[in-house]
T-cell receptor
Framework: GAVVSQHPSRVICKSGTSVKIECRSL??????MFWYRQFPKQSLMLMAT?????????EQGVEKDKFLINHASLTLSTLTVTSAHPEDSSFYIC???????????FGPGTRLTVT | GQSLEQPSEVTAVEGAIVQINCTYQ??????LSWYQQHDGGAPTFLSY????GLEETGRFSSFLSRSDSYGYLLLQELQMKDSASYFC??????????FGSGTQLTVLP
């Protein structure tokens, strides 16, 4: 099956710093990738749709200047959390659609802790 | 907007059958999916329905009724490893997914 990787799996950073999270589709090309955020015991909330070669589409209420998304190639999308604050601490998960029905493949997630 | 409702918790014993229901209200509908997520892990795809009816994949089946905006996931021959959170999700036009709040399934020995 299709594999999506994320790096890093876990990161701790200080308040005010920026963190970059990478999402890669390993064995397929993904023109579109998605970024989700999940707080403990809660559902996945779609943050943005990352489109290769064009600007990302952000969901309502998500600050595009705070969560910078770059989709530079068909296999890589990055999410940069800028000027991170403790309330940004969460589980960030990316996904990609391989083109088969609506089956999305999720990365293993990145747990961000901002101190 | 989009909203999905599913029970927050379900408990069953090993070997039993459990059904997790999902009702939805959406402005656009491109299929109902089901995902499993173990604690600390990523969601994994279980099943997808674009049309009314039952889809069977091994021990898991999923049903959709578009006229009722309703679907369910049926898990048979429950095993301890099935203890996890289960999410229904509605697909949107650009293949984004809107997830339900999740159902925590606990399988007892």
């Amino acid at each position: 099956g299709a594999v999506v990787s994320q790096h890093p799996s876990r990161v701790i950073c200080k308040s005010g710093t920026s963190v970059k999270i990478e999402c890669r589709s390993l064995d397929f090309q993904a023109t579109t990738m998605f970024w989700y955020r999940q707080f403990p015991k809660q559902s996945l909330m779609l943050m943005a749709t990352s489109n290769e070669g064009s600007k990302a589409t952000y969901e309502q209420g998500v600050e595009k200047d705070k969560f910078l998304i770059n989709h530079a190639s068909l296999t890589l999308s990055t999410l940069t959390v800028t000027s991170a604050h403790p309330e940004d601490s969460s589980f960030y998960i990316c996904s990609a659609n391989s083109g088969r029905k609506d089956e999305q493949y999720f990365g293993p997630g990145t747990r961000l802790t901002v101190t | 907007g989009q909203s999905l409702e599913q029970p927050s918790e379900v408990t069953a014993v090993e070997g039993a059958i459990v059904q997790i229901n999902c009702t939805y209200q959406t402005s656009g509908f491109y299929g109902l999916s089901w995902y499993q997520q173990h604690d600390g892990g990523a969601p994994t795809f279980l099943s997808y329905n674009a049309l009314d009816g039952l889809e069977e994949t091994g021990r898991f089946s999923s049903f959709l009724s578009r006229s009722d905006s309703y679907g369910y996931l049926l898990l048979q021959e429950l095993q301890m490893k099935d203890s996890a959170s289960y999410f229904c999700a509605v697909g949107r036009v650009a293949r984004q997914l809107t997830f339900g709040s999740g159902t925590q399934l606990t399988v007892l020995p």
